[in-house]
């Protein structure tokens, strides 16, 4: 069972294959979602470093150079801490962002792959969404109507031909 799961991951399994579908339009959200955080952060440091510069500048200048040390020990420490819970913070806006477009925009490849059928003339083709594809339900269920009706009128003419030759 873990194995198939890895074997879908890697793209071995196409039907459940996650993989990037469309790399604009899945990839550009999470970049939007980057830069806002970038943004707020930044203001959020400059606040704190202008809070806090002045204190800071008070405190090092008046305690003991072993406090020294151990002020500049514990702020290294908290600057490495914040980089890890920022770089955990990118990752998951990241793979959040790319998994919720996947599910928006993974539906629109099977209803694609059925329009391209229909053209083609293969009018017995149906989509069969995930019940979780809600959003592309409405579209999916008309496609396969539509599909419905135009082979039933194929069925029918190619039933009118026939007649009409052996008449």
Known sequence: MAGNFVRSLMGFDSRRAFRVLQFGA????????????IVFMSFFAWHGYS???ELYTMVMTNVPESFQEQILRQTHDFSIV???????LVLT?????VAYTHTLIGPTVALRR???SMKDGNYSTRNK???TDAAHQGLGNDLNELASILQHAQTKAQANKSTQRSA
């Open 51 to 53: 809070a806090y510069a």
């Open 129 to 131: 969404l995930r019940k």
């Open 26 to 37: 899945q990839v550009r959200l999470p970049i939007y979602l980057l830069l806002i955080t």
């Open 114 to 116: 059925q329009v391209q």
């Open 93 to 97: 806006i990241l793979g959040f962002s």
């Open 82 to 88: 914040g980089g890890a819970i920022l770089g955990g």
